[in-house]
Nanobody, 126 residues
Framework: QVQLVESGGGLVQAGGSLRLSCAAS????????MGWFRQAPGKEREFVAA????????YYSDSVKDRFTFSRDNAKNTVYLQMNSLKPEDTAVYYC???????????????????WGQGTQVTVSS
């Protein structure tokens, strides 16, 4: 059974940093797409960052580019999201997702992912 477990969320002041982790179990995802999405209250789930495989290009949403950094550690079957210069508008539940097929540029589409974590809350105070 595949499981994705996020951790690292919390409450932080604007301008601060957090590092999210997502540990996968049940299968390895080193050669497959993994990404981060987020959902704020009353809004649709939106893409944050992802890449198709370890070593491939990383995609970022315009709203987080230059502030967030996506990384993955194949040995630990874990992906990370380093979030710097956080803003109140970054407040959301952050979800880790994994796919089992190459997505190319469609990696930003949440419906293409096969597995999701339970989410971790990130709250940024002004």
């Amino acid at each position: 059974q595949v499981q994705l477990v996020e951790s690292g969320g919390g409450l932080v002041q604007a301008g601060g940093s957090l590092r999210l982790s997502c540990a996968a179990s049940g299968r390895t995802f080193g050669g497959y797409p993994m990404g981060w999405f987020r959902q704020a209250p009353g809004k649709e789930r939106e893409f944050v960052a992802a890449n198709n495989w370890n070593g491939g290009s990383t995609y970022y949403s315009d709203s987080v580019k230059d502030r967030f950094t996506f990384s993955r550690d194949n040995a630990k079957n874990t992906v990370y999201l380093q979030m710097n210069s956080l803003k109140p508008e970054d407040t959301a539940v952050y979800y880790c997702a994994a796919g089992v097929r190459f997505m190319a540029g469609r990696i930003t589409t949440p419906t293409l992912y096969d597995y999701w974590g339970q989410g971790t809350q990130v709250t940024v105070s002004s």
